[in-house]
């Protein structure tokens, strides 16, 4: 379709809420933008009868590819298959770009799925995979394990290899970050170990050797200097976010409470929370709630992470149970995401000239729900025949 009119939309836009509006896509692109009563003419009509017309959900940090390759230890499903299946599921909850984060260096998470497959056949597969005909806008969010000192040459390499669209740090070690030490010593005795097994696991965690200093600092700028950004996880502390800022980092992940929130948003950071945190009502870990840190102004963009619909889900729930401005929710998973990666000058929002990547959305009894997914004017996927969608010559 190289000439498509949406009309009779509740088009958002970054700034306002326009009713009664029409958008022209023309090869691709954001033609023109409409409101009030027009005759318009297209290859393809879609009027969506009133629902809300928004710029694609844009998911920097979603770990279901992984899951959806090994949906359970060791059950291996075939990555070209798994990857396949996760568009199609992603396409119908209106996501267009999607950051497939996918761990490297982490060696619980390789120990616990069993998998046949290694790390680098994954990531070789997903990428090549990412760069034949897909549906949505595929890339790959690399999530180093900094205790992963095995893998440290086979990051430098995937960046270097142009595999690598995002690089986030990470470091899972119990007494900082997501854990402390009495949350992971409690966590242990739940599962069975005693307290004495429990401390002693806790030691040996922290005396594994890791990625840090100038090892750490090379990586990170290996990715800024091609053009990649990066990610810090799970900031607990202020001067952590400094360190991480001073050494090229611009983007705080998943911040454990909200005074490391509030000042990587002080430092110009961008800052991205779990949009199923606010699904939820709070953290999985007792840690801040994502909620509250939006409407706070310390978290400007969301992601899926673990649960793929709860961006769209979050978004509505931050604009009827927050007050929060239509525009400024979905900014949360379209323009702010897009400004994050560094795509934003092409994608994520609703404006002449860029990527024509969309969504229809209606609420459902009260519940937001995607009609129709659309990725660079392709329509990606349908869900709904109470839209009306008709070729020109048919009206």
């Not at 939309?9 to 022209?24: I, M, R």
């Not at 004495?196 to 922290?206: C, D, G, L």
């Not at 000042?263 to 870990?285: C, E, P, Q």
């Not at 729900?369 to 109470?386: D, E, F, K, R, Y």
């Amino acid at each position: 379709m190289n000439n498509v009119i949406i009309k009779n939309a509740t088009l958002v836009t970054p700034t306002e809420v326009l009713e009664g509006a029409s958008v022209s896509i023309k090869n691709g692109k954001i033609d023109q933008i409409f409101t009030g009563s027009v005759e318009l003419e297209g290859e393809s009509i879609i009027d969506i009868d009133d629902a809300f017309l928004m710029a694609g959900i844009i998911d920097i940090h979603t770990d279901a590819l992984d899951a959806e390759i090994i949906p359970r230890p060791g059950a291996d499903i075939p990555i070209n298959v798994a990857f396949r299946e996760l568009e199609r599921k992603m396409s119908g909850c209106g996501f267009t770009t999607v950051y497939h984060s996918l761990h490297l260096g982490y060696r619980n998470a390789e120990y616990h799925s069993r998998s046949k497959y290694s790390r680098n056949e994954v990531f070789e597969t997903v990428y090549n995979a990412t760069q034949g005909s897909t549906l949505l806008n595929n890339k790959i969010h690399l999530r180093f394990e900094l205790t992963g000192v095995h893998a440290y040459n086979d990051c430098i390499e995937f960046m270097r290899n142009g595999y690598i669209s995002m690089l986030s740090v990470m470091d899972h070690t119990p007494g900082q970050g997501q854990f402390t030490r009495s949350h992971f010593i409690e966590l242990m005795i739940k599962n069975g170990k005693t307290r004495e097994q429990a401390e002693q696991e806790y030691e040996e965690k922290n005396n594994r050797t890791a990625v840090k200093g100038e090892e750490l600092e090379f990586m990170i700028k290996t990715a800024t200097d091609l053009g990649i950004p990066v990610a810090s996880h799970d900031d607990d502390t202020t001067e952590k976010v400094d360190y991480m800022k001073s050494v090229g980092v611009n983007i705080c992940e998943f911040p454990i409470n909200l005074e490391t929130a509030k000042h990587a948003t002080n430092l110009g950071m961008y800052v991205v929370g779990g949009a199923s945190n606010i699904l939820r009502g709070g953290s999985l870990s007792g840690n801040v709630n994502m909620k509250d840190a939006v409407l706070s102004g310390f978290v400007d963009s969301l992601c899926s992470d673990y649960y793929p619909p709860s961006i769209l889900h979050s978004i509505f729930k931050l604009h009827h149970e927050g007050n929060m401005l239509l525009p400024d929710a979905v900014n949360l998973a379209t323009l702010n995401p897009a400004k994050a990666a560094g795509i934003s000058a092409v994608t994520g929002s609703i404006e002449t000239g860029k990527n024509a990547d969309l969504i229809v959305v209606k609420l459902i009894d009260g519940i937001p729900m995607v009609t129709h997914t659309i990725v660079n004017g392709h329509l990606a996927a349908q869900a709904s025949s109470s839209i009306n969608y008709n070729q020109s010559e048919q009206n």
